[in-house]
């Protein structure tokens, strides 16, 4: 097998390691799924797909050596993304009691747009996640890799991170899966909520700690 082939299915490999680990992305596209719709759902699993590419993009263009030349906008960057996962749990701690309101029309569309911007935003909340990429591509990848390489990164990208998510969100949007959500929608919204809030303190904790 060529090197360069073999370089970047490494490095999808790892990325789709990555993203099958169980973070805020995967919390919030499983209960966008259970709470909201299946469309809603993979409207977050695009959004998380879309933000693999931005991370991806910006590792090529060399953001971990500005990140580490910079150390305070990696900080920033940090506490901006655990403020917004914080800010995040509070709004879905407290909807947790209000009744489930099924969208129709335009409504849902509403709805399908801001599950997709949700996902967007919460997938790039961590800086963290763009030194991965690139230390990753700084491991895996040539000194030198061709074009092609370059080019079907992104896309790839995208194909890991969205396809993961979307078959998270057909998993829990199924009959099953909705019925026990909405059994115990109180709870499960307050632990979503507490996974997704502890993990924005930790980002700012990171932050605020010296090295």
Do not use: C
Request: no cysteine; charged share 10%.
């Amino acid at each position: 097998m060529d090197g360069s082939v073999l370089a970047l299915l490494s490095v999808l490999g790892a990325l789709a390691i990555g993203a099958i680990s169980p973070g805020p992305s995967f919390v919030l596209v499983a209960r966008t799924s259970i709470a909201v719709s299946r469309r809603a759902g993979l409207a977050a699993a695009v959004g998380m797909g879309i933000g693999g590419v931005a991370f991806a993009t910006l590792a090529l263009l060399g953001l971990h050596a500005v990140l580490t030349q910079v150390g305070w906008l990696y900080l920033a960057l940090k506490i901006a993304g655990g403020l917004y996962l914080v800010h995040l749990a509070v709004r879905i701690w407290r909807g947790a009691a209000e009744p489930i309101r099924v969208p129709d029309g335009s409504a849902e569309a509403d709805g399908i747009l801001r599950s997709f911007g949700i996902g967007l935003a919460t997938q790039v909340s961590n800086p963290k996640t763009a030194i991965v990429y690139a230390s990753i591509f700084a491991a895996l990848l040539p000194a030198s890799p061709p074009g092609w390489v370059l080019l079907a990164l992104p896309p790839a990208v995208f194909l890991v991170e969205a396809g993961w998510y979307a078959i998270v969100a057909v998993a829990f949007s199924a009959g099953r899966p909705r019925a026990a959500y909405l059994r115990s929608k109180t709870w499960i919204d307050r632990m979503a909520a507490s996974v997704i809030g502890a993990l924005g303190v930790r980002l700012v904790v990171d932050a605020a700690t010296p090295s």
